[in-house]
């Protein structure tokens, strides 16, 4: 059983930084990729950044160049730095891991984490 622990959320002002983490119960390196979602009230999920096994790297277009997705392969986390947070940015913020088993794929979710930004 996969468990994944999130870290670090808050309330904060707009400008501001924040670092997420989130803890896995096994080691990184067995998921194919890891990454954090995010909902705010009355939208869906989507994806904020992953990171694959070999280190790259994906973000949405609207947090580009503010956010930064990081593993630390010793302590079995992956992180997310947010700097010059927006209201926007305001969610429940999920960490995710993907495990490639056979022809299929299998997903983790941790129980989330809430980030308010203040304007």
């Known amino acids: 059983q996969v468990q994944l622990v999130e870290s670090g959320g808050g309330l904060m002002q707009a400008g501001g930084s924040l670092r997420l983490s989130c803890a896995a119960s096994?080691?990184?390196?067995?998921?194919?990729?890891m990454g954090w979602y995010r909902q705010a009230p009355a939208k869906q999920r989507e994806l904020v950044a992953s990171i694959t096994r070999g280190g790259s790297t994906t973000y949405a277009d609207s947090v580009k160049g503010r956010l930064t997705i990081s593993r630390d392969n010793v302590k079995n986390t992956v992180n997310l730095q947010m700097n010059s947070v927006k209201a926007e940015d305001t969610a429940i913020y999920y960490c995710?891991?993907?495990?490639?088993?056979?022809?299929?794929?299998?997903?983790?979710w941790g129980q989330g984490t809430q980030v308010t930004v203040s304007s």
């Open positions: 995710n891991a993907y495990m490639l088993m056979g022809t299929g794929g299998r997903e983790y």
């Open positions: 096994r080691s990184i390196y067995s998921f194919n990729a």
